[in-house]
């Protein structure tokens, strides 16, 4: 009796033995396994990340940008076409009293970048007030109403300036801010952020009883309100991209800034020689973004659409005819009515370029000599 329970002993304990090794075989294959999964998923990220080269990452944050913001402010001005005769500047309903807009110091000599309907035409004058308070007498040096820009000069040195900044590579989601003069001098230098929600956007507007169409432009959600015309959209370190245009009226959250590159090569004359004399083709022209606001039936994929030629200009006595397309200028292939701008805002007056136009697919070169404007 004594050695069967003494053998039922000895199995229990061999059985209990055979379980534990089991148990734990079954635990260290189990730990083995999740270790080998999580060592295969971290060498997969690793490579996805060094194989593909052009791979996007985030924007790194810039701590500085409080920084720049607060000097972005010191280049921001008020334009006027009536000059401000009270004691204060800081009036109710400034911007109907005295029609005020903003603008944007670009040389610390006094150039000044800001709207057309803002600052008026070539050869006007308007009146300039600083971020110290002072009001200058400006000259628009240069003016161009189918973008909306002009360029104000004054007769002060060492002033604030913005850098430049290159709008052919903002982004969609981009952080930008707006500064600007919101209902007149009573909020000045007011400071917005946003995003770039779009771009290339082409937009009608609805002025003097006639449709305008402006093209290429950036799309932002930083608020833009009246007197915010001709103020900067920047971006993170303080540069500008854009000058804010138009804000949709019954809408919040949707304006409209002119990109900066389109007016780049004007300033560099402006800056290296004093003057900008304007090269002129002779045409109205859209892209293939402002066709459906024309006629739904005309089907364009690259080009511009020529709408119409000026009658004295250089185009009026050459094969060219309304609803033509133009393809291309010299070795320039153009997409948009701002690169045909850019393109041409390079040449002088007097100078060739060589048109490819289209006409019921059928392709032919023109030799153009540009004009003054």
């Excluded at 007030?129 to 400006?138: A, E, K, Q, S």
């Excluded at 300033?267 to 083709?281: P, Q, R, T």
């Excluded at 002779?282 to 005309?298: M, R, S, V």
């Excluded at 030629?309 to 397309?325: Q, R, S, T, Y």
Aim: glycine share 8%.
């Amino acid at each position: 009796m004594y050695f069967e329970e003494k053998k039922k002993n000895k199995e229990r304990l061999i059985m209990y033995c055979l379980m534990v090794v089991i148990i734990t075989l079954l635990f260290v294959l189990i730990l083995r396994t999740e270790v080998n999964n999580n060592s295969t998923v971290a060498e997969y990220r690793a490579q996805k990340v060094n194989f593909d080269d052009n791979v996007q990452t985030e924007e790194p944050k810039n701590t500085n940008s409080t920084n720049h913001i607060a000097e972005s402010v010191k280049a921001i001005v008020g334009i006027s076409k009536l000059k401000q005769t009270g004691s204060s500047i800081f009036v109710n309903h400034a911007e109907q009293k005295l029609g005020l807009g903003s603008g944007v110091v670009i040389t610390d000599d006094g150039y000044i970048l800001t709207n057309q309907h803002v600052a008026g035409n070539k050869y006007s004058s308007c009146y300039v007030t600083l971020d110290d308070g002072n009001t200058y007498d400006g000259n628009v040096v240069w003016s161009d109403s189918n973008i909306d820009l002009a360029i104000v000069k004054i007769n002060k040195g060492n002033l604030e300036y913005l850098d430049l900044g290159d709008s052919d590579t903002i982004y969609l989601a981009q952080e930008v801010y707006a500064i600007g003069n919101p209902l007149g001098l009573e909020f000045q230098k007011t400071v917005t952020k946003g995003i770039i929600s779009s771009l290339n956007r082409t937009i009608k507007i609805e002025e003097e009883m006639q449709n305008v169409y402006m093209e290429d432009l950036i799309q932002t959600d930083a608020t833009i309100n009246e007197g915010n015309s001709g103020g900067a959209l920047i971006n993170s370190n303080g540069q500008l991209i854009g000058i804010n245009s138009v804000k949709i009226s019954n809408a919040e959250g949707i304006g409209f800034a002119v990109p900066i590159n389109i007016v780049k090569p004007i300033i560099n004359k402006l800056v290296s020689e004093g003057k900008f004399d304007e090269a002129w083709l002779g045409i109205y022209g859209y892209d293939k973004e402002a066709i459906p606001y024309l006629d739904a039936n005309i089907e364009i994929e690259n080009g511009i659409y020529v709408a119409q030629i000026v009658a004295d200009g250089p185009l009026a006595n050459l094969d060219i005819k309304e609803g033509d397309i133009i393809m291309q200028i010299d070795e320039t292939k153009i997409s948009k009515m701002n690169d045909l701008k850019k393109y041409i805002y390079h040449k002088l007056p007097g100078e060739k370029v060589t048109l490819l136009v289209k006409r019921n697919g059928v392709e032919m070169t023109l030799e153009v000599t540009l004009a003054q404007k």
